[in-house]
């Protein structure tokens, strides 16, 4: 009897839709769907950036933040992750007006979605981004590219920035990837199909790397070819929970567990001391090991085994959101 009801509940609601697509007439601002994803896209960008200025207006606003670098200041690095789990919040509330409030679509649908794989989805992500990087540094260690010189920290300490880099870079994750394979990708896919929004967030998530400290052309690349690891994990998916766990991870391992550095940035306190050499097409330079040719092969293998032979598939209700309104049948059901 509940299957019966549910069906016909889906039935109703497919009709109403039907009926409102075939309502609206397209128009500059309007489509067969309702508001374009052009308009709606930019309604998230200025909220988040209005949020994110009025967020740095604050802190700017207290001298005792000024200055802070987070490659030799600790307090630096803490606020640093503050920072990302406050622009995360207003990238994600933002993002509740064009798709709540003016598509009418249930929050679930924005890429971070509850249910019983949300957390062995984060935690696959978390052990596959720690095999990466652990495969990488053993090939660069047996190419000569990097030597390790013992422990940095003892156990206490390690314990300690273990975990403060685990929650800090789950920060960084649910920041970057909500941001640019979230709802970027979520409406440059409804308007210009899925290809076209995988290259452009690629580019663009590259593109925000450039003026990172240290940061090098070789590193750029690599920074292009994990976006397509991670769009790929997203896909699998249809959420942004193995790819959040699988971004942490992976700087995570760089940052604290290898004391590498992460996008040219080298954080205080890290586990192993590990040591550069070589030319920088191998080891990475300033990069880091982002920076190395042995990173973007396994960034795009890994891609390529996770899309064509991981046994992983999306929850019934996500997948079902996807396909309404993020790869949506809409266009099909207005010519219905």
């Given at each position: 009897?509940?299957t019966?009801?549910?069906?016909?509940?889906?039935?109703g609601?497919?009709?109403?839709?039907q009926?409102?697509?075939?309502?609206?007439?397209?128009?500059?601002?309007?489509?067969?769907?309702?508001?374009?994803?052009?308009?709606?896209?930019?309604?998230?960008?200025?909220?988040?950036?209005?949020?994110?200025?009025?967020?740095?207006?604050?802190?700017?606003?207290?001298p005792?933040?000024?200055?802070?670098?987070?490659?030799?200041?600790?307090?630096?690095?803490?606020?640093?992750?503050?920072?990302?789990?406050?622009?995360?919040?207003?990238?994600?509330?933002?993002?509740?007006?064009?798709?709540?409030?003016?598509?009418?679509r249930?929050?679930?649908?924005?890429?971070?979605?509850f249910?019983?794989?949300?957390?062995?989805?984060?935690?696959?992500?978390?052990?596959?981004?720690?095999?990466l990087?652990?495969?990488t540094?053993?090939?660069?260690?047996?190419?000569?590219?990097?030597?390790?010189?013992?422990?940095?920290?003892?156990?206490?300490?390690?314990?300690?920035?273990?975990?403060?880099?685990g929650?800090?870079?789950?920060?960084?994750?649910?920041?970057?990837?909500?941001?640019?394979?979230?709802?970027?990708l979520?409406?440059?896919?409804?308007?210009a199909?899925?290809?076209?929004?995988?290259?452009?967030?690629?580019l663009?998530?590259?593109?925000?790397h450039?003026?990172?400290?240290?940061?090098?052309?070789?590193?750029?690349?690599?920074?292009?070819?994990?976006?397509?690891?991670?769009?790929?994990?997203?896909?699998?998916?249809?959420?942004?929970?193995?790819a959040?766990?699988?971004?942490?991870s992976?700087?995570?391992?760089q940052?604290?567990?290898?004391?590498?550095a992460?996008?040219?940035?080298?954080?205080?306190?890290?586990?192993?001391?590990?040591?550069?050499?070589?030319?920088?097409?191998?080891?990475?330079?300033?990069?880091?090991?982002?920076?190395?040719?042995v990173?973007?092969?396994?960034h795009?293998?890994?891609?390529?085994?996770?899309?064509?032979y991981?046994?992983?598939?999306?929850?019934?209700?996500?997948?079902a959101?996807?396909?309404?309104?993020?790869?949506?049948?809409?266009?099909?059901?207005?010519?219905?």
């Amino acid at each position: 009897m509940e299957t019966e009801h549910s069906t016909k509940i889906d039935v109703g609601d497919k009709m109403r839709h039907q009926q409102n697509t075939r309502d609206i007439k397209p128009g500059v601002l309007h489509n067969a769907r309702g508001v374009r994803s052009g308009w709606r896209l930019l309604i998230w960008l200025i909220i988040t950036g209005a949020g994110a200025l009025a967020f740095s207006f604050l802190l700017s606003m207290v001298p005792a933040l000024r200055n802070f670098n987070p490659r030799t200041n600790s307090m630096a690095l803490y606020l640093n992750f503050v920072a990302m789990a406050v622009l995360f919040a207003i990238a994600f509330a933002a993002a509740l007006v064009p798709a709540v409030a003016i598509e009418k679509r249930p929050i679930s649908s924005l890429g971070l979605p509850f249910h019983h794989r949300t957390l062995p989805e984060l935690c696959a992500g978390f052990v596959i981004g720690v095999v990466l990087i652990g495969i990488t540094m053993t090939l660069l260690r047996i190419c000569g590219a990097y030597s390790f010189a013992g422990f940095n920290e003892g156990l206490p300490a390690a314990v300690k920035w273990g975990t403060i880099m685990g929650l800090g870079f789950l920060c960084v994750g649910l920041f970057e990837e909500f941001c640019f394979r979230g709802y970027l990708l979520q409406n440059l896919s409804d308007a210009a199909g899925l290809k076209f929004a995988v290259f452009i967030t690629s580019l663009l998530f590259s593109m925000a790397h450039m003026h990172n400290p240290g940061e090098n052309p070789a590193g750029i690349i690599d920074v292009f070819a994990a976006a397509i690891l991670l769009t790929v994990c997203i896909l699998k998916t249809r959420s942004l929970w193995l790819a959040v766990g699988l971004h942490a991870s992976w700087d995570w391992g760089q940052s604290f567990l290898f004391g590498v550095a992460d996008s040219g940035t080298k954080v205080p306190g890290y586990l192993l001391n590990s040591l550069p050499h070589g030319p920088a097409w191998l080891s990475g330079g300033t990069a880091g090991p982002e920076g190395s040719i042995v990173a973007v092969i396994i960034h795009l293998l890994a891609a390529f085994i996770i899309y064509k032979y991981a046994p992983i598939h999306a929850e019934a209700n996500t997948e079902a959101q996807w396909k309404r309104y993020i790869h949506p049948g809409w266009r099909k059901q207005a010519q219905g």
